[in-house]
């Protein structure tokens, strides 16, 4: 007999045992532990974003301002890379052999892993991709892939359209702690202008797919897909064709124009000089032009100076203001006169200033230094320090009626709100009665401390047109399918009774028919309108000016301000007659369209400014 | 002729023969799920990978029933030319250029054959030859001797390769030897050394540290203490409860032992640090959970432990698993030594537990077969194939399931590759021949 057959049972329990020992071990990790699983499903699911496009911006007449322009991505995919294909590669985006290899390497460390396609290329514009799209179908490890970026079918209002840019850390943390969690560290957001202000719209709803993917993160199968909502559309105020004479007229010059419609509000033409093309802050060179205008341009550029630039003082224009309080105050009438004494304060020669017309046709500057010094010493009783003090205080309080010295509410995020010097101001700076109406005389021409920007000047001008009152100042009329937002159709009145109004406007007619303004006549139409010279101490003096027309149904209101022009009729006068000639008329004169052209090529450039 | 036949159907072992079949056509189906790239790829059957495995499916059939054809004592007496045969080959194959980092194959143009394959069926053959000689008696130094060259020249051609994962199966003859007659301490001392090993292993690759009296010692000569120290005590265990006359035996016995344990450990020592590389240790790291390098070194096991784990109790359904088909890929190598993934996750633990059953009932079934011989050349030869395939299904699994580290090593049946289906397959006919003959011949 066999002395070791009993060793059988041996070795198949041994089996058994072994059969045992992996049921358990498998009963383990597939029933009871499930961390396996859940490992599972993190290495084969995968959510990803759906971007959803941007809202488009247009104009008042559905002129696409803002729209989409497409892009490609050019990825390279080095675990498939054959040997012919590298210099193939090299030959068509201009490589060299160690370009060629700090790509590789680029692609495949890092984030990067060989297996799988990575950009090498970003943001190549649909000329250059289809330059090399018939190429591409020949390599099988680069291929384009293309998105969508912003496009500027006409290239104007860059300031106020504003601009993306892929959100920084510090934003994406912002948003976060606000609980917005809609942006991933790839996205896009509104920095400036109409993009910032109207984001939440503009940028849509997120849509996500659920999907199963391949060990090289390719999409195998949807499980589920929410599709994004796209942005609303935003409808402006703005007048495409009235921009474009805009941005013309203020080349090679610094300053801003800002057209109202007064009975509504709405911006027809906002213009900040100088300007830029938007189209440049997108896609690839974002960051190389974005550094050219921001840090190696002197002008500033990327200021929107309408709405921006507050220190501005207004001038001439600013005793238009002074005459309507004057009058609702009753320290003077229209037939109101006063000497031109050039003694108090430095005028220029022109007919008696015996009434107000004939004042302020002619700018005169004694003539509103009295009327300021009635309007901010009332009672002779007591010391000139309280009165003035008393005086002030109610001044600022009916300025202010007109939008001055604080926001106007224009939905610009860049908005600030000038200033108006009042009793606490010239407390701190003198000390309590250590100032009187002596001290503070030059707010009477529109000098000294107040500072206004263009929009409040167009402003003023829309409340004349509209004999006391003015709508907010807005850019949106509409968004995707609902109207303008209820706060823009607010009336806001003045502190100034109607009937105060007409013999302004009446002045300010004399000024372009007979007076400062002569520049600014248009044939045909009566225009309004009221120069300013600014003074600078360092170059040439400011050019101002604010006007409306027609006379009696005004369609349009503007301030145009043109640092270093000299004086108001000068430039600003000129700008405004043909920027209003164009809207009102629909188109401009052959006479206008030359004098157009001689004024978008005059230079006017402080030569002090450091250019870089 | 056809009396022949119908004794051949009547004595053939159709428990066996069913079993073989049934793993046969699991496996294929599970292969076949491993291979699939979804139904809207529109592959030429026969080209692609589960059209090939068809192939050979069919081929070991004809060469099954062939083989049904043959005589026993045709294949014994062939045993040793073929053993040659295939040994010419292993050294051959070396002469090739490598692939993957192995000479393991000769490619022709539509397939390859894989020698290391055959070799283990043939030594199967020539070993059972040898011990069942007439004349030779396995007591004898010179048979042992015989047998530790037959199974050790081959072992060393693929280790050569270099293919571990196959060279670790030839250790299955140790069952062979030791239902022989091979002394039972040399199972024993195989358990003891991989016991050693792995708690060698594991406090170096763990890098542990111990406190004794103050002084901060390695986790390696804490253990050589706790064998020293276990030695001592059964030293005086035996000195006072052992009967004066077995004391030396017992005492030769324990030094033995000792000494075996401490080279061992010593050895393993030595091998960690110099002969592994960082390679190697990261594996055994991993093994033993020290490490997660889910991207690098323990990738493949994580996603196989992930596919497997995501199987949970009644798996996703047939072709539906999302990690370790082609579809997927998740899992490196998902249709020759990871495929048992597939199944797990596709048929859940239940599938892997009825998977289980039915592959050791098969073994089993050959090892009941072998006992039931009369002739010794058939039952050693059952031993031989039942042993292999165990080594294979043993390595194989632990390794899917992170009870080993990753050794490549094929799941007989299921692994594609047709050198493996066809030599597993002639492994089970001969059983299936030799055994049909038992009531005829007495060999």
Known sequence: ?612 | MKYRNLSIWRNIDKPLLIMYLLLSAIGYFIMYSSTFKGINIQTEFWSANYGKQLIWIIITLFAGLFILLLDGSFIKNTAYFTYGFILLLLILVLLTPPIKGARSWFYFTTFSIQPSEFIKLTLSLSLAKLLSDVGSRFQEFRTKLKAFFLIIIPALLIAVQPDPGTMLVFACFIFVLYREGLSGNFLLIGLFTVLIAVVGIFLKASNSIFHLAGNVISGNIFFVLILILGFIFSFLIIRYFVLPRYRKQKIQRLIIITLLGLSISGGINYVYDSVFSERHRTRFQIMFGIKEDRKGAGYNIYQALSAVGSGEGFGKGYLKGTLSNDKYKHVPEQNTDFIFCVLAEEWGFLGSFIFISLYLSTLIRMILIAERQRSKFTRIYGYCISGILFFHFMINIAMVIGLAPVIGIPLPFFSKGGSAILSFGLMVFILLRLDSERKVVLR
């Open chain 1, 1 to 612: 007999m066999d002395p070791f057959k009993n060793r059988q049972w041996v070795v198949i329990l041994i089996i058994i045992s072994v059969g045992i020992i992996f049921s358990f071990r498998l009963f383990y990790i597939q029933v009871i532990n499930k961390d396996w699983s859940d490992r599972a499903s993190q290495i084969t699911s995968k959510t990803e974003n759906i971007q959803p496009p941007r809202g488009f911006i247009y104009d008042r007449n559905n002129q696409l301002l803002v729209g989409a322009e497409t892009i490609y991505d050019i990825y390279i995919h080095p675990s498939i890379i054959k040997p012919k294909d590298s210099s193939a590669i090299c030959k068509l985006f201009n490589l060299t052999n160690e370009d060629f290899q700090e790509i590789i390497k680029n692609a495949s460390s890092g984030y990067n892993v060989p297996y799988k396609p990575s950009v090498f290329i970003e943001s190549m514009t649909q000329q250059e991709h289809a330059k090399i799209s018939p190429y591409l179908g020949q390599i099988n490890a680069v291929f384009a892939k293309s998105k969508i970026d912003r496009g500027y079918p006409s290239q104007i209002a860059a300031h106020l359209l504003g601009y993306i840019r892929r959100i920084d850390e510090n934003q994406f943390q912002n948003t976060k702690a606000q609980g917005d969690f809609f942006y991933t560290k790839n996205d896009f957001i509104g920095i400036t202008g109409l993009e910032k202000q109207y984001e939440l719209l503009l940028r849509g709803e997120r849509g996500n797919i659920n999907y199963l993917k391949d060990y090289a993160g390719n999409k195998i199968e949807t499980i589920n897909k929410k599709p994004p909502k796209p942005g609303k559309s935003l409808y402006t105020t703005l007048d495409i064709e009235l921009q474009k004479l805009g941005e013309k007229l203020m080349a090679n010059k610094i300053g801003s124009i800002v057209a109202i419609e007064p009975s509504s509000g709405e911006v027809l033409a906002m213009v900040s000089a100088p300007s830029y093309d938007p189209s440049s802050l997108t896609g690839r060179d974002f960051s190389d032009n974005f550094n050219g205008l921001k840090q190696n341009d002197s002008l500033k550029p990327l200021i929107n100076r309408p709405v921006y630039n507050d220190k501005y003082r207004p001038g001439s224009i600013f005793k238009l203001v002074q005459a309507l309080i004057a009058l609702d105050d009753g320290v003077i009438s229209t037939e109101t006169g006063f000497s031109c004494n050039k003694n108090i304060i430095g005028c220029h020669n022109h007919e008696k200033p015996n009434n107000l017309t004939k004042a302020i046709k002619h700018s005169c500057n004694p003539y509103f230094f009295q009327v300021y010094k009635r309007l901010i010493l009332k009672d002779n009783t007591k010391s000139v320090f309280q009165t003035s003090r008393e005086g002030l205080a109610i001044w600022v309080q009916k300025i202010k009626s007109f939008g001055f010295g604080n926001l106007l509410g224009i939905d610009l995020p860049e908005e600030k709100s000038g200033f108006i010097p009042d009793v606490d101001f010239y407390d701190k700076w003198y000390g309590k009665k250590r100032w009187a109406f002596s001290t503070i005389y030059s707010n009477s021409i529109g000098e000294g401390e107040i500072g206004v920007s263009p929009i409040q000047m167009a402003n003023l001008a829309s409340i004349i047109a509209n004999r006391g009152y003015y709508y907010t100042p807005h850019i949106i009329k509409r968004i995707a399918d609902q109207n303008v937002l209820k706060k823009f159709k607010i009336k806001h009145s003045t502190c100034v009774d109607k009937k105060h109004f007409e013999v302004v406007v009446k002045a300010m007619n004399e000024v372009v028919n007979k007076g400062t303004g002569r520049n600014a006549r248009i044939d045909s139409i009566e225009v309004c309108g009221k120069t300013g010279t600014v003074e600078n101490k360092t170059f040439n003096d400011h050019s101002v000016f604010i006007s409306f027309a027609p006379m009696n149904n005004p369609q349009i209101a503007i301030a145009v301000y043109v640092e270093y022009g000299t004086w108001g009729s000068k430039w600003a006068a000129p700008i405004a007659s043909l920027m209003m000639e164009s809207f009102i008329k629909g188109s401009l004169s052959k006479k206008s369209i030359e004098k157009a052209n001689k004024i978008s090529q005059a230079v006017i450039l402080n030569p002090n400014t450091n250019f870089k």
